[in-house]
C-alpha cells in the first residue's frame, strides 16, 4: 500500500472506508485492527509471509454468513477491503495467482457493499492491487486494474495509484495530486467539486482609435429619417435659421383719384 501518503497513511483511509457502512461496520472494523495493524507491521518489517497469514484470518472473521453472504451486506466492505490487503501481500510475496484469486473474492464482496458506500471502498481495493502490481514489478497489469476501477464507480481516492499517474502522464495531463494535498507550483488548483481552470485569463484588447470614433450619419440618410439640409422645416421656420426676415410692411403716402377732392 506504499503510496504518496506511505503505508500507514493508506491503512488509516482503508478503515475509514469500512466505517463509512454504517454504525454498526464501524463499530466491528474497530475491532478488525488488532489484525490489520499486526499485518501492516509485519509487511514493514519486511515480513510478508507474516502479513499474509494475519490478513488471512482478516478475511476469515468477515467471510462469516453473519457478516456478509447473501442474506446479509453487515460488513460486506470490511471484508472486500480484507481481500484487497491480502491480494496485496500474496502479489508482493510474488504469488500472483493467490493475488488475483484474492483480488476476484474482493471484487464479489463489492457488488453487495451498499450503494452509498460503494465508491470508496471500490477506490480503496482497485488502489490497493494496483499499487501491489506496481511494486511487484507489472506495471501493465498495474495499468490494467486502474482502468478496470474507473469503470466500476471507484472514488478519487484510485486516481492516487502509480498507474494513474503513469497513465495521466501519457496522455500529457499533469499527475493528479493526492485530496487536500497542495497542488505542485504552476498547476491549476479549484476547490472540491469547481471546474479546474484550463489556462490564464485572456485580457481584452486595448480599444483602438476606430474603435472610440464616433461616425457622422449623413443628412438625408432614409434609415434615420434625418432631414437633408434642403429639406423644408415642418410645422414653421426654427428660430435659429440663418435666413434674412422680411422687411415689415410701410404706407404708401396717398394719390389723390379723380374721386377725391384735393386740399
Known sequence: MAGLLGDRGTQVLKLVVAGAA????????????????????????????????????????????DQCS???????????????????????????????????????????????????????VYRDVSEAFWKAGDKKRAIAVFKEGTTRGADEWLYTS???????????????ALPDTPAAPGLPTAAPGAPIPLGPAVTPAAATETDTMIKATPLGDPTTGAPAVSDSPRGGRPPSSAEPAPAPLTPSPLTPTPLQRSR
Request: aromatic share 6%; with cysteine; glycine share 8%.
Open 162 to 176: 502509480s498507474a494513474a499517474k503513469a497513465v495521466a502522464q501519457q496522455g500529457g495531463r499533469p499527475a493528479p
Open 22 to 65: 454504517g454504525a454498526l461496520l464501524s463499530a466491528c472494523a474497530s475491532d478488525s485492527t488488532s489484525y490489520q495493524e499486526q499485518a501492516l507491521r509485519a509487511s514493514e518489517g519486511g515480513d510478508l509471509k507474516a502479513a499474509t497469514a494475519l490478513a488471512q484470518k482478516e478475511v476469515e472473521k468477515y467471510s462469516a454468513t
Open 70 to 124: 447473501s442474506t446479509t451486506n453487515y460488513n460486506c466492505g470490511t471484508l472486500a477491503l480484507a481481500y484487497s490487503s491480502l491480494a496485496e501481500y500474496q502479489i508482493l510475496s510474488g504469488n500472483l495467482a493467490a493475488g488475483e484469486r484474492s483480488f476476484d473474492r474482493a471484487k464479489g464482496a463489492l457488488q453487495r457493499v451498499p450503494k452509498d458506500n460503494k465508491p470508496s471502498a471500490t477506490g480503496m
